[in-house]
């Protein structure tokens, strides 16, 4: 362990031999000779990987090219299809939309009217004597009011057969909004406050045509028929004498009426988000109270009772004061009222229910329990 | 004997008032919305300077005693709807009569409006110049005698639903309409045209909500409602009874 190796050992060096000449150039070519080697395979290494690279790459941009051809020509298929400006005269897909809604609409309309017409022919002697009591129960309803307006020649500046005429009216509204919307469709805050609502997310229908559709043609129009023809009998013997275009007139009053009864509805049917279990029947308490209230002449009433039940409680706008305006007892001015009103209820209503529906969106409905019973 | 039927009733008012206050509100709203132009009605009539056989005091009275207590006037229970959801069967699987069941509900029901409607309105009445004390004592047998007569009604129209294969809605509708006419509630047979007071007062609808009016403000007497009301009742009982128990048998139902 001692000497002079022993210090190299010491080191952990071992001291290389001294190359001869010959041996260094040797040694020198050998090196060069491999790394022209190495540089040669590096270079033909990065060349194959470039070459991949650029074969990736126009794989992928010929994909790409494949790509965007077929969705240029699906778009192009689509435009032709749904486009602004088809070439044989087509519409926009907000158009066709639309259309398809309103076609499912008259559609589905149809199939009630079908099912409605099954169960009266089913039994027409069982629904001869329904459909009679029904017109009963609505001729009774009334005959309160005109009895009273019969014994004393008329309340509060109208006469017997303008009393009359007026309950008609009303008839014909709620006649008319009971076939078609007897369905629930008339009462929303039943559909929300059941939950059910919550079905229509998965019909492929849109919620509009969801919520109106349902009528009743044959068994649900027996207040709608009483209606017209305590109308035409209030006609033939009024005393005033009707100007040409009241027909038309009628024909809007009543759609402006029924414009107010269904805003009413919706408006206060937006709550039922809210509070579903308070509020399911919110609707038909609106509707019943007005449909009760509507058969009230307001003439001869003082100031402070007729103008809530124009504008807080609309029942006034039901029947009374469309009948007014059609009997000319009203000044121009005041005739444009009943159409504002329901531009004006309907904008709330619209806006209301909106917001309602944004809360029901977010905070959902407990009214099932997960066996499937609603609470 | 009188407990079970004493749950029963506390059950329907906990179940009336289970979801709030909130839930009866509208109800309230709707009633104070319908009597107010009732009554103006009868003002209306009055400045018109008509005869009417009545007084306008005994008029507003009439209207404003019927909207309080309207629920006993003209009885509504819910026999009908228990129809279709399948809980007029429940009622069969009680140890309890099912004519026992129906009523101890139906008054357990009217007792939150009556707290909360009928009771703050008969206290407000005299601020709103309405004379709401009765005219004469008989007002209390004739008040159980129309109570009586209006369920054995309900029972026999729960017996048209049953014959008309469970449309209960029409069945509701027609007697709604029906009912609230011939019963005299809303306009007093003594103001009818053509002499129809004579025949209106006997007829078996009479006997129910106008009869018991007419008592209160004084525009009947007491040996004319009584003997008629007593009259209906057993003839109306007797036939629901045995009209039920023939229709029981038939009975459909569905749905939960």
Known sequence: MVGNNEGRVFCGRKKSRKRKPYERKEFHERKRARERQEFRERKESHERQELREREEADERKEFCERKEFHERQEFRERKIFYGKKKAQGGKTLRERKVINGVKRYFELLGIYAKMDLASLMRDRAFMAIVITADIVSNISSISGIFLLAWKFGGIGGMDRFEVLFMLAYGNIVMGFLNMMGGCNALFPSRIIGRGQWEHMFIMPLPYAVQLTVGIFPFTGSSSLLSGIGMLWAAVHHMETVLPWWWPGMLLFQLFISMVIVVAASYLFSSLAFYAPVQCEEISSTVIYSMDHTRNFPLSGMPLYIRYPLLTIFPAGLMAWFPTMILLGKTTTWVNFYPAVFALLISFVSAYFFRKGFGYYVKKGINRYVSGGHRS | ?256
Not at chain 2, 169 to 179: E, K, M, P
Not at chain 2, 207 to 215: E, K
């Open chain 2, 1 to 256: 004997m009188v407990r079970k039927y004493m749950i029963t009733a506390r059950m329907a008012v906990q179940g009336k008032t289970g979801g709030g206050i909130l839930y009866m509100l509208p109800d309230i709203v709707m009633k104070v919305v319908y009597l107010v132009p009732v009554m103006f009605i009868w003002r209306t009539l009055a400045e018109s300077g008509y005869e009417v056989e009545m007084s306008v005091a005994q008029l507003l009275s009439y209207t404003y005693v019927n909207a309080l207590l309207t629920d006993m006037m003209i009885v509504n229970t819910y026999l009908s709807a228990w129809n279709y959801d399948t809980r007029s069967m429940e009622m069969f699987t009680r140890p309890m009569p099912v004519f026992g069941q129906v009523i101890s509900r139906t008054v357990g029901e009217w007792v939150p409006m009556l707290c909360l409607f009928s009771l703050p309105m008969f206290l407000a009445a005299p601020l709103l110049g309405i004379r709401v004390l009765p005219e004469t004592l008989w007002v209390i047998p004739s008040l159980a005698l129309s109570v009586s007569l209006g369920f054995a009604f309900e029972f026999l129209f729960y017996c048209v639903t049953i014959r008309l294969r469970n449309i209960s809605w029409l069945t509701y509708v027609i007697r709604s309409a029906v009912v609230s006419f011939f019963s005299g509630t809303v306009i007093p047979f003594k103001i009818l045209p053509f002499g129809m007071d004579r025949w209106m007062n006997y007829q078996p609808f009479g006997s129910m909500g106008g009869a018991f009016l007419s008592l209160y403000v004084g525009s009947a007497e007491a040996m004319e409602v009584i003997p008629a009301q007593l009259f209906w009742n057993v003839v109306i009982w007797i036939a629901a009874a045995v009209w039920f128990r023939r229709s029981r048998e038939r009975m459909v139902s569905f749905g939960g």
